[in-house]
């Protein structure tokens, strides 16, 4: 059963896992995850992009679409991606509707803590739209924070870190990601705050986890120390489209199994 907003609590931890596509969808709900996330990581795993500010609205509800048929009974949140929420409130208003209008998401993701994005995440909260906050390594900005790197390890970028997950918690986000930052600063923050935590590269100590869907099944090469990969299905889908151009070329498929008969009354007629 879907969970409910006042059922994500902090005293069981919670598994979140991306999605992008209807079979990635139908997975993870089959696993029992708690929450589904439709993330811009999209631009990287599945768009082929080095970004995610390449990924447009449209190419979020897209993919959310597929995803909420996929797993029509989990938690969904979809981000809302660069561009869509940082031109005024309107405009995030006008996206936010668009995505839960037409992909049945449960909740929006909003990456940062600057003014403007907790007058979006209160706006967005006091019209009925749910917000996750996320903060830490935030991609949609991540050049401006020294690239891909882990954020927090000095005393002054730690305490803003800490006060940007209280900003985003005051503003009425339900939940809020930590991304790459150090384990005991996740801690401190998770003790500190009210709604769950969710981490990815964030330790043990946050109240859940989230990662790419791509990451736990293996289908890239890349190792990440964030992550741990479950399966090795990039390397096996290879393998397995080695095989088939060798047996369509070895003449080995199709074979009469995977052929349909005619009657030889019909195919005489055909001479
Ligand atoms: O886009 C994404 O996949 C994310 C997760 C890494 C939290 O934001």
Known sequence: MKLTLPELRRDTPLVMVTAYDYPGA????????????????????VLGYDSTAPVTLDDVIHHTRAVRRGAPDTFLVADLPFGTYHTGLRDAMRA???????TGADALKVEGASPEVLDVIRVLGRNGVPVMGHVGLTPQTEVSLGGRRVQGRDED????????????????????????????????ITERLEIPTI????????NGQVLVYHDVLGIYDNEKKIARRYA???????????????????????????????????????Y
């Open 96 to 102: 936010a509707v668009r995505v839960i209008q037409e």
């Open 232 to 270: 090795e299905l990039g390397k096996l889908a290879t393998e397995a489209l080695k095989q088939y151009a060798d047996d369509v070329r070895g003449g080995a498929f199709p074979t009469r199994e995977n052929s349909f008969i005619i009657k030889d009354e019909v195919l005489d007629k055909l």
């Open 26 to 45: 139908q997975q993870a709900e089959r696993a029992g995850m708690d929450l589904i996330l439709v993330g811009d990581s999209l631009g990287n795993v």
């Open 199 to 206: 981490g990815i590269g964030a330790g043990p100590h946050c």
């Open 157 to 188: 970028s730690a305490r803003q870190i800490i006060e940007n997950a209280q900003a985003v918690q005051e503003a009425g986000a339900f939940a809020v990601v930590l991304e790459v930052i150090p384990a005991r600063l996740a801690r401190v």
